[in-house]
Each structure stands twice: as C-alpha cells, then as structure tokens.
C-alpha cells in the first residue's frame, strides 16, 4: 500500500500543478489536490517502515477520504461545465478528477486492508 500511496499521491500533484498552470496560475486554490498529494506522498515514505504501516496508511486513506468529501459536489457541477454555464468550469473538472481519484485510491486501499486482514488471519497463532 505505500508504494500504491505514492503513485497516487504523484497523480493528486500532478493534477494541483497543471490545474494551476492551465487555468492561468490565478487561482492557489487550484493548487490543493498537490497539497494533498504531498502530504500523501509523505505518508507513502513513512509507510515504507513496518512499525508505522498500519498507522500511517489509516491516516492517508482519511486523506483520500476528506479529499472525496471536499471535491464530490463538483460532480453533480459537471454537467454545467460541460454545457458552458458553470462560473469556473476549470474548478468543477480539476475538483471532479480530484473526487474520481479520491474513490480510486480509497477503493485500492480498502482492498488492500481487506487483502491484508486476510492474510493476517491466515498465519497460525504465534
């Protein structure tokens, strides 16, 4: 799961910066999902040492999901985006691929914690 943390977490910079660049580097705001892929990204590295695995992958799946829970509205804001009437059509597509990533990486760490668990119990008792 870290490895899969920092891929992700490049994706969520990736997307803040060229948010920010396409759009006219205006707005800093458009700069918050590489906000939030660096603090994904830091978390990646620390899961990398067994002792802080558990921890610190919890702690960056509720980054995904207070990601997800800022950005979802902005589906429903597609639509008008698409047509043109959207008052920052740049914000509702970036903050959209934001909560689309979000569902992914919450979705492959929820597995991963299922895959997980199971091999846990699949070890005899120690």
Avoid: C, W
């Avoid at 990204?41 to 620390?46: A, I, K, S």
């Amino acid at each position: 799961m870290p490895r899969i943390t920092v891929i992700f977490s490049l994706i969520y910079i990736a997307l803040g910066v060229g948010g920010f660049f396409l759009t006219g580097a205006v707005h800093k705001t458009a700069l918050i999902p590489a906000i939030i892929g660096v603090v994904l990204l830091v978390l990646g590295l620390l899961g990398g040492k067994e002792n802080l695995r558990m921890h610190v992958m919890h702690a960056a799946l509720l980054i995904g999901l207070l990601a997800l829970l800022g950005t979802a509205r902005s589906i429903v804001q597609l639509p008008a985006a698409f047509d043109g009437t959207a008052a920052r059509p740049g914000a509702v597509f970036a903050q959209a691929a934001t909560a689309v990533l979000s569902v992914v990486y919450l979705g492959v760490g929820v597995r991963s914690f299922i895959a997980a668990r199971r091999a846990r119990s699949a070890l005899p008792p120690a």
